[in-house]
């Protein structure tokens, strides 16, 4: 049992009861970026997948819907061909011509559907039948072919593939400088068009066993929201500072207890795709494993006829000086 505590402000209280011994595995995959949450318990009646069906075949595997596309397609010829074929015996064979068996009536189903040309198969003008059977089938083809052809548009478009040019680096760092605790992380983006509109955000999720009861808090780590410095423009790798004032959750939190506690920070970051407009989302996590006390980045930047970024040091960080 347990539940989520969210947090809009800081309460000093919440971190003092002790954290759980336990190992919390991650919240967050980062190579894919999802929950690894796992639901157990709902009732599938009530789950609403297939009345969001479009999002549900969006979110679906390449060859789900390969399959799906080639499963409908064959299901409308093997039907359409059996309609085919009971039409033409009903009028002994005189509605269709060259169109004698079930066979002959499938390949005819698909020469209509996929507009190939009959050959020496056609509809005499007489037919009524087969005039309503083939305004039909050709509608259904068209139909079935708009649907999938957007599905395919959407899901080669939609932005989630954006967030692999995009780059977190694979450790946080947390130091002091001039007194104040700094906790920071590096992103960066491989491509040179921008995310328009570009933000961050901080969340921190810590764990708590009380009574026998699961809780995962849940707070805001200030990045800047009030200056503006969470608004980002990726010309150049960035370094994200959270600053641990008396503000902050992590502000009676000694460096020791950030590498030994279990916790885990999750990174939004936020922003439209210049090329098509559309919103993308980056997420990323740390935990204690994730953060390296009294180091901080490596310059990535250097010039000389012009500016160059170095891209293996975009991990890097060094000690600081004593």
């Given at each position: 049992?347990?539940?989520?505590?969210?947090?809009?402000?800081?309460?000093?209280?919440?971190?003092?009861?002790?954290?759980?011994?336990?190992?919390?595995?991650?919240?967050?995959?980062?190579?894919?970026?999802?929950?690894?949450?796992?639901?157990?318990?709902?009732?599938?009646?009530?789950?609403?997948?297939?009345?969001?069906?479009?999002?549900?075949?969006?979110?679906?595997?390449?060859?789900?819907?390969?399959?799906?596309?080639?499963?409908?397609?064959?299901?409308?010829?093997?039907?359409?061909?059996?309609?085919?074929?009971?039409?033409?015996?009903?009028?002994?064979?005189?509605?269709?011509?060259?169109?004698?068996?079930?066979?002959?009536?499938?390949?005819?189903?698909?020469?209509?559907?996929?507009?190939?040309?009959?050959?020496?198969?056609?509809?005499?003008?007489?037919?009524?039948?087969?005039?309503?059977?083939?305004?039909?089938?050709?509608?259904?083809?068209?139909l079935i072919t708009s649907i999938?052809?957007?599905?395919?548009?959407?899901?080669?478009?939609?932005?989630?593939?954006?967030?692999?040019?995009?780059?977190?680096?694979?450790?946080?760092?947390?130091?002091?400088?001039?007194?104040?605790?700094?906790?920071?992380?590096r992103v960066g983006n491989l491509?040179?068009?921008?995310?328009?509109?570009?933000?961050?955000?901080?969340?921190?999720?810590?764990?708590?066993?009380?009574?026998?009861?699961?809780?995962?808090?849940?707070?805001?780590?200030?990045?800047?929201?009030?200056?503006?410095?969470?608004?980002?423009?990726?010309?150049?790798?960035?370094?994200?500072?959270?600053?641990?004032?008396?503000?902050?959750?992590?502000?009676?939190?000694?460096?020791?207890?950030?590498?030994?506690?279990?916790?885990?920070?999750?990174?939004?970051?936020?922003?439209?795709?210049?090329?098509?407009?559309?919103?993308?989302?980056?997420?990323?996590?740390?935990?204690?494993?994730?953060?390296?006390?009294?180091?901080?980045?490596?310059?990535?930047?250097?010039?000389?006829?012009?500016?160059?970024?170095?891209?293996?040091?975009?991990?890097?960080?060094?000690?600081?000086?004593?």
């Amino acid at each position: 049992m347990g539940e989520t505590v969210r947090y809009s402000k800081y309460t000093p209280a919440v971190l003092m009861s002790e954290p759980t011994q336990q190992h919390t595995p991650k919240l967050l995959k980062r190579s894919s970026g999802r929950s690894q949450i796992k639901y157990t318990g709902l009732n599938t009646k009530n789950v609403g997948f297939l009345r969001d069906i479009y999002t549900t075949v969006i979110n679906a595997k390449w060859w789900v819907i390969l399959v799906v596309f080639t499963l409908a397609y064959l299901v409308s010829w093997f039907f359409f061909g059996g309609l085919w074929y009971a039409a033409n015996k009903n009028k002994n064979f005189t509605c269709l011509v060259e169109v004698d068996s079930y066979s002959a009536a499938f390949l005819f189903s698909v020469e209509v559907q996929a507009t190939i040309g009959f050959g020496n198969k056609y509809i005499r003008s007489n037919c009524i039948e087969g005039i309503l059977l083939l305004v039909l089938q050709s509608l259904l083809s068209i139909l079935i072919t708009s649907i999938f052809g957007g599905l395919v548009y959407a899901k080669v478009v939609r932005p989630r593939n954006r967030r692999k040019t995009l780059l977190f680096s694979e450790k946080a760092v947390l130091y002091e400088n001039n007194g104040e605790k700094l906790f920071e992380f590096r992103v960066g983006n491989l491509r040179h068009d921008g995310i328009v509109e570009c933000h961050v955000r901080l969340q921190l999720y810590l764990p708590r066993l009380v009574n026998g009861i699961y809780q995962l808090e849940q707070f805001d780590l200030d990045v800047g929201y009030n200056n503006g410095r969470d608004r980002l423009f990726l010309l150049t790798p960035v370094i994200i500072t959270h600053h641990i004032t008396a503000g902050s959750p992590l502000y009676n939190l000694s460096p020791r207890d950030m590498t030994e506690m279990d916790f885990e920070i999750v990174v939004v970051l936020e922003g439209a795709v210049e090329a098509t407009g559309l919103t993308a989302q980056a997420l990323w996590s740390y935990t204690k494993e994730d953060i390296v006390v009294d180091h901080k980045f490596n310059s990535m930047l250097s010039r000389s006829h012009k500016w160059t970024l170095d891209f293996s040091h975009f991990n890097e960080t060094v000690p600081i000086s004593p």
